[in-house]
């Protein structure tokens, strides 16, 4: 079993109230797990992450950002830089998600957000994955590749980097790929990395529907390090009761 993180992902969901209860359960659901070799990481609306650092702090419970903009400051209306997120005390941050790919955001921009956050001290969640057109046409491993090295271009500190393939076909549908698919892709991804970054022992989480009930099967598959976790990580309940499900 190397599954080792669960990282949730609120996306647009929950004011700073809504977002600071759902941490104090968190904390205190954790508490009573053993979960000592596992990071879990939790990853509000920029408005809300200062508070939850907050509440997060001294707990098992880390604090992701979903997004970053790649300049380090200037005239960009309504957006939050690398440094910023330093500030008010984050470790991570959650880059290339589809949801952002699909409106606008290239494989470029992608490498300048992954390499402004590593140059300020933070983690990076890098999504990929293929949509269903894509897996459709017999292109994923043709789109992975491509993420991965246009992504990573020019990176330094590459350990700083976790991996979550998520398929888009995958994400809020309920539909998660067959065991021995997902096995093809994420193994792929592992050679892909060892061959072309000389990266040995890459974390890699899947990400897509993942819920409290395929969590059990889902965990089976050894090669993944973790999940990354969309709607089911906005109820304090399912998120812990998948973090006891990926660990016991
Ligand atoms: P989901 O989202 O778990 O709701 O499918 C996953 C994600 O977008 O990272």
Redesign the pocket.
Known sequence: MRAKIVAG?W?MNKTVSEGAQLVEELKSGLAKVDASDVTVVVSPTYVSLSEVVKIAAGSLVNVAAQNVHQEANGAYTGEISADMLKSVGVGYVIIG???NRTTGETDLIINKKIKSSINNGLKIIF?IGETLLQRKKKLTHKILKNQISKGLKGVKKLNKVLF?Y?PVW????GIVPKANDLEKNVNFIRNNLSNKFRLKNPKILY????NTKNVKNLKEINIIDGF??????QDPKKFIDIVKKTFN
């Open positions: 992902n996306k998600h589809s949801e999504c979550a998520e995958s994400i809020g549908t990400g897509g529907s993942v990354l976790i969309g709607a089911a990580s």
